[in-house]
């Protein structure tokens, strides 16, 4: 067991703005803060029990029939899930709609299972899905605020009580920039942070 | 050969062990699946019924949008309709209820599944989407194109046309069916 497998996902191999795996979801539910976050969540829960189960199977599974042994594993637990969040949690479901069917072709799952779950011990390979999907939710949550905040003037939590989930920006919420809602400000923006990304990486190295 | 066969059968292992915990998973949460589903129905149901008494339902075939009636009554006289409805979402199909009166005018809108992109599509389900529908139909058309909104209205569905285009063209074609109905 080593720790460094956990902290490494959340900045050093951030799989958004390092690793650049699993881009469709972070361009397309971050439009707002709520959304990223139950995404997050179903992506934190799918990748632990994929890369546990992957892992365990390390050394039953062939080879040359690793990809479809995988995907068989990952598209059965976005199933489940799909089915328990349907059942016990609608409305989670319900604000995920077509996303959450959509975790079975994120890359980062399939990406981890390959490149670190199919070498690694169980206990290794959890806190590897752990910090990875700690460092995705960051990252997409990163996106989703700034998406929000600028392209509606809103942060969309969840409701609670009295409040209503909803946060609005002054000036913003009158005034949106529409453009960063909508497909190509997504593009703009994760260009702009990855640019940001790499400048500090590069001064870092010298 | 028998390394094939040795591969074909670990593949198969996983593939019906991750049928199996399929159909368990299926088992525990369909019937609470269902149960929800027909609660939401009946809610909505509900919702878009303005008052008026809930008549039986009656299946439509055929119809290239409708696919239910229910007869809502004031007593003895039909006060109107709600039609079960459904359109060509940009996620696929989209399941809407409305309620007409018997001139064809929509009373209430409400959602009841769909698969639209959310923070674009997905806003139809916000409350007041359905406010720029209701009360057309009869004297005035149920506005199928953006050009027929409000400017404010108009920019609301910005990124979302196929979205508002396909409820709209589904309520339309409920507001003929409502007609044609003509208070039977």
Request: glycine content about 10%; charged content about 15%.
């Amino acid at each position: 067991m080593n720790i460094k497998e956990l902290t490494k996902g959340i900045f050093k191999e951030n799989p958004v703005f390092v690793i650049v795996l699993g881009l469709c979801p972070v361009l397309g539910v971050s439009t707002q803060v709520s959304n990223a976050i139950g995404m997050s969540a179903g992506v934190l829960f799918v990748l632990l029990f994929s890369n546990i189960i992957i892992s365990a199977l390390r050394n039953i599974i062939p080879d040359s029939i690793h990809i479809p042994a995988y995907i068989v594993v990952i598209a059965s637990l976005v199933r489940i899930t799909e089915m328990l969040m349907h059942a016990f949690a609608p409305a989670v479901n319900a604000a995920l709609g077509v996303y959450l069917p959509l975790i079975v072709v994120n890359c980062i799952i399939l990406g981890r299972a390959e490149a670190f779950a199919s070498k690694n011990t169980v206990m290794d390979s959890a806190l590897d899905a752990i910090g990875m999907s700690i460092g995705f939710a960051l990252g997409l949550t990163l996106i989703a605020l700034i998406r929000e905040v600028l392209g509606a003037g809103t942060i969309t939590l969840f409701a609670l009580g009295s409040f209503n989930g909803v946060i609005e920006v002054p000036w913003l919420v009158d005034n949106p920039f529409r453009v960063m809602s909508l497909a190509p400000g997504a593009l703009l923006l994760m260009g702009f942070l990855k640019a940001f990304f790499d400048w500090k990486a590069m001064r870092k190295a010298g | 050969m028998t390394k094939h066969i040795r591969f074909a059968f670990i593949l198969l292992a996983i593939c019906a062990l991750s049928a199996a915990a399929l159909a368990i998973t299926n088992a525990i949460t369909a019937p609470v699946i269902e149960i929800q589903e027909e609660e939401n129905r009946l809610a909505a149901l509900k919702a878009v019924s303005s008052g008026f008494e809930i008549g039986d339902q009656e299946d439509i075939a055929g119809n290239a949008h409708v696919t239910f009636v229910i007869r809502l009554l004031d007593g003895e006289r039909i006060g109107g309709y709600i039609l079960g409805l459904k359109g060509a979402g940009y996620g696929g199909e989209m399941a809407i209820v409305a309620s007409y009166t018997t001139d064809g005018e929509i009373l209430r809108v409400q959602l009841l599944s769909h698969s639209e992109t959310p923070g674009l599509g997905k806003k139809a389900e916000n409350e007041g989407y359905m406010d720029k529908y209701e009360g057309t139909g009869a004297s005035e058309p149920v506005p199928t194109n953006k050009s027929m909104l409000s400017s404010g209205d108009a920019a609301a569905v910005s990124g979302s046309t196929v979205t508002f285009t396909a409820i709209a063209k589904a309520l339309e074609a409920g507001s003929v069916y409502a007609k044609e109905l003509g208070g039977k």
